[in-house]
């Protein structure tokens, strides 16, 4: 004999609760947008919005952030969020790279220091074309700096010093003695980890330490005379267009 199929009753919108997503306090906890659901279905969603709703800044329009609700207060409604990820815009990375110049890619997963594990990728360009050997010891510098970043700080203050660029300027700074860059920019980062027990803390101030770096130069990574005169003048003209 068939078995009689049970029609499942349908959710209406009526039954449905509006809930307010809050940030994690690695962005001050600004609330960041309304979601409806049921309260067994919230936690897990996802809600995407820009950096430019924290900055106010019309240069951060083309980045992407993203945050997963963890739980929820069960009388305001209020969401906490953590932080998943960030992304550039296709057309914002491909007019990084202006020919001639050079585009130095790194993507490696960096463990912070409360065992957070984010997959982050960099683009450094640079002004005129480099040579393979200046591209290598630029990207172990990037690995280097965010490496020794990650280790030193919690997963709250590594996603600030990635989404507002504390890192890429110190990258930049360190890898002029390569090659001069015209831009470098974290494209892209993505939350692979979190710890057992992990929770989100109070970043004590928005300071970051200077990373001072020892790395072997060789002959052929070094700038020739004719090419640093070139370069430098690319690097004045560039200042002064920016």
């Known amino acids: 004999m068939a078995k009689k199929r049970v029609r499942q009753k349908k959710t209406t919108f009526k039954e449905k609760t509006w809930f307010t997503v809050e940030a994690p306090k690695s962005f001050k906890n600004k609330r960041i947008g309304n979601i409806i659901g049921l309260d067994n279905n919230i936690i897990g969603r996802t809600m995407e919005t820009l950096l430019f709703d924290f900055t106010d800044n019309y240069d951060d329009i083309t980045c992407k952030l993203?945050?997963?609700?963890?739980?929820?207060?069960?009388?305001?409604?209020?969401?906490?969020?953590?932080?998943?990820?960030?992304?550039?815009?296709?057309?914002?990375?491909?007019?990084?790279?202006?020919?001639?110049?050079?585009?130095?890619?790194?993507?490696?997963?960096?463990?912070?220091?409360d065992k957070y594990v984010y997959r982050v990728t960099v683009v450094c360009v640079t002004i005129k074309r480099a040579r393979s050997s200046q591209q290598d010891i630029i990207r172990k510098i990037?690995?280097?700096?965010?490496?020794?970043?990650?280790?030193?700080?919690?997963?709250?203050?590594?996603?600030?010093?990635?989404?507002?660029?504390?890192?890429?300027?110190?990258?930049?700074?360190?890898?002029?003695?390569?090659?001069p860059l015209s831009s470098c920019t974290a494209v892209k980062s993505k939350l692979l980890t979190t710890p057992e027990g992990g929770e989100d803390k109070i970043i004590p101030d928005d300071d970051f330490n200077i990373v001072e770096l020892e790395f072997e130069r060789t002959r052929k990574s070094e700038i020739k005379r004719s090419e640093r005169i070139n370069v430098k003048k690319l690097a004045q003209d560039k200042s002064n267009n920016d």
């Open 66 to 113: 993203k945050f997963r609700v963890t739980h929820f207060d069960q009388g305001t409604n209020v969401c906490k969020s953590i932080f998943i990820g960030h992304s550039y815009t296709n057309d914002f990375i491909r007019s990084l790279v202006e020919k001639p110049a050079s585009k130095v890619t790194l993507i490696h997963n960096f463990t912070t220091k």
């Open 142 to 179: 990037m690995m280097d700096i965010i490496a020794e970043f990650a280790k030193s700080l919690n997963h709250e203050k590594f996603v600030r010093g990635i989404v507002y660029g504390e890192f890429q300027k110190q990258i930049a700074r360190v890898a002029k003695s390569i090659y």
